[in-house]
Nanobody, 120 residues
């Protein structure tokens, strides 16, 4: 089994910054794509950013230029640097990882979520 543990959420004023981290542990052969999603009550979970094993990145239009996703493959960790935060960025943020437990066996895993609250 694989566990994803997120950290770094919290309360920040508009215009401020936060850095989220998500560390994967357990039975890991390799990790393909990793990413961050967010969800507010009553709405669907939406993609924020994702990064491939080759470090190709993709961002939601709403966060382009403000958020940066990165990863440390040696630590099986993905990061989300969030700058110029806005009240509309308030949500529970979830990390996800596409993990291979062997060359032929792949599964998607999710973290437990971390709350980000941006006050105006």
């Amino acid at each position: 089994q694989v566990q994803l543990v997120e950290s770094g959420g919290g309360l920040v004023q508009a215009g401020g910054s936060l850095r989220l981290s998500c560390a994967a542990s357990g039975r890991i052969f390799s990790i393909d794509a990793m990413g961050w999603y967010r969800q507010v009550p009553g709405k669907q979970r939406e993609l924020v950013a994702q990064i491939t094993s080759g470090t190709i990145t993709n961002y939601a239009d709403s966060v382009k230029g403000r958020f940066t996703i990165s990863r440390d493959n040696a630590k099986n960790t993905v990061y989300l640097q969030m700058n110029s935060l806005k009240p509309e960025d308030t949500a529970v943020y979830y990390c996800t990882a596409d993990v291979r437990s062997s060359f032929y066996r792949r599964s998607d895993y999710w973290g437990q979520g971390t709350q980000v609250t941006v006050s105006s």
